[in-house]
């Protein structure tokens, strides 16, 4: 049964990717968010166990992309396809400055930034 899951998972998630990328590109966070929280509040309710191998799956696709792995594109992925992500806030965590790897993106309390303090932090 916990391999018919993953793939089940994996299958979502795959066909959540194009989506979720096109739209990171093309779209500002506001709209974005909007539509893909519509889609993943359809979802199946999860528990936590069945989260967290979802939350490795979305890693393991998001790495797949040309650039590697993006933190937005994760919390973006896990909103679209999950009804627990998509009802909760997203953060961006912005440093002054700019440039490669000067904000960061997550799902969940203010809190959960690992330690690294922002010059702005934003809810969404």
Not at 1 to 10: E, I, T
Not at 32 to 39: A, E, G, V
Not at 80 to 92: E, I, K, M, Q
Request: hydrophobic content about 40%.
């Amino acid at each position: 049964m916990q391999l018919v899951a993953l793939f089940r998972d994996l299958a979502i998630v795959l066909k959540a990717a194009p989506l979720v990328e096109l739209g990171r590109l093309r779209h500002g966070p506001g709209p974005l968010l909007r539509s893909l929280r519509t889609r993943g509040q359809r979802g199946r309710l999860r528990s936590d166990q069945e989260r967290a191998r979802l939350a490795k799956i979305i890693r393991i696709v998001d790495a797949c992309f040309p650039g590697g792995g993006n933190c937005y594109r994760r919390a973006l992925l896990e909103i679209s396809v999950d009804p627990t992500a998509a009802a909760t806030p997203l953060r961006l965590g912005l440093r002054t400055g700019g440039g490669p790897r000067s904000g960061h993106a997550w799902l969940g309390p203010a809190s959960d930034t690992g330690g690294v303090r922002y010059d702005a932090e934003f809810s969404l």
